[in-house]
T-cell receptor, first 114, second 113 residues
Framework: DVKVTQSSRYLVKRTGEKVFLECVQDMDHENMFWYRQDPGLGLRLIYFSYDVKMKEKGDIPEGYSVSREKKERFSLILESASTNQTSMYLC?????????????FGSGTRLTVV | DQQVKQNSPSLSVQEGRISILNCDYTNSMFDYFLWYKKYPAEGPTFLISISSIKDKNEDGRFTVFLNKSAKHLSLHIVPSQPGDSAVYFCAARATNTGNQFYFGTGTSLTVIP
C-alpha cells in the first residue's frame, strides 16, 4: 500500500519559532505538494516540487519555505511561526504522469501556533 | 481568485436517500476533475474522477456528472450511508497548469441514520 507519511499529527509551537514539517513518500513520485486546509477556504497550495532541489511557489507561499534534498522527502519550513499559520497542513505526492488518481495525501499535521 | 467553487458548505441527507454535491469552475481549460473524500484527522482520499471527454462516470454508489457548457460538476451518492459522512472536495486540472490541481472549499456531508 502506497504511503505519504507526515512526521507529526499534532504540533504546538510558539510565535516566532522556526517550524519544520516533514513529509516522506515511498512511491517514487516525482511531484510533491504542501497544502493548508482552513475552514471555508478549502485546500490552498503553499509550495510544490517537480524534482529534487526544485521548488515552485503556490498560491500562498508567504511566510513559508521548502526543501527537497531527496526525492522521497519534502519539508515545509515556517521561518518565524505566527498565529495566522495555525492550520491543518497536508502533504501530497503524484507521478509526473499523474494517472487517474491525482494526488496521494498524507494524514495531515494539525499545527497550533500560540 | 477561486477557480473551483463549492457553494454549499454543508449538506444533510437521510440514510438511503440520494446525496448531490455540486461544484462549479471558471477555467474552461480544465480537462480533468476529481472528487476527494476527507474524514476528520485524515488526509483526503481519491473517490472518483472524470475526464472532460465524458459527461458521466459511475463507480458503484458514486456517479460524477460533468456539464462543460455550464462549467458544473456534481457527485451523486445513491443510496447514502452513514459512513459517507465526510467532507467532499472537488478538484480540477488543466493541461496548461501542469500537475497542479485546484480545489474547491469542500462540502461537509452528514448522512442521518
Amino acid at each position: 500500500d502506497v504511503k505519504v507519511t507526515q512526521s507529526s499529527r499534532y504540533l504546538v509551537k510558539r510565535t516566532g519559532e522556526k517550524v519544520f514539517l516533514e513529509c516522506v513518500q515511498d512511491m517514487d513520485h516525482e511531484n510533491m505538494f504542501w497544502y493548508r486546509q482552513d475552514p471555508g477556504l478549502g485546500l490552498r497550495l503553499i509550495y510544490f516540487s517537480y524534482d529534487v532541489k526544485m521548488k515552485e511557489k503556490g498560491d500562498i507561499p508567504e511566510g513559508y519555505s521548502v526543501s527537497r534534498e531527496k526525492k522521497e522527502r519534502f519539508s515545509l519550513i515556517l521561518e518565524s511561526a505566527s498565529t495566522n499559520q495555525t492550520s491543518m497542513y497536508l502533504c501530497a505526492s503524484s507521478l509526473s504522469e499523474w494517472g487517474r488518481y491525482g494526488y496521494t495525501f498524507g494524514s495531515g499535521t494539525r499545527l497550533t501556533v500560540v | 481568485d477561486q477557480q473551483v467553487k463549492q457553494n454549499s458548505p454543508s449538506l444533510s441527507v437521510q440514510e438511503g436517500r440520494i446525496s448531490i454535491l455540486n461544484c462549479d469552475y471558471t477555467n474552461s481549460m480544465f480537462d480533468y476533475f476529481l472528487w476527494y473524500k476527507k474524514y476528520p484527522a485524515e488526509g483526503p482520499t481519491f473517490l472518483i474522477s472524470i475526464s472532460s471527454i465524458k459527461d458521466k462516470n459511475e463507480d458503484g454508489r458514486f456517479t460524477v456528472f460533468l456539464n462543460k457548457s455550464a462549467k458544473h460538476l456534481s457527485l451523486h451518492i445513491v443510496p447514502s450511508q452513514p459512513g459517507d459522512s465526510a467532507v467532499y472536495f472537488c478538484a480540477a486540472r488543466a493541461t496548461n497548469t501542469g500537475n497542479q490541481f485546484y480545489f474547491g472549499t469542500g462540502t461537509s456531508l452528514t448522512v442521518i441514520p
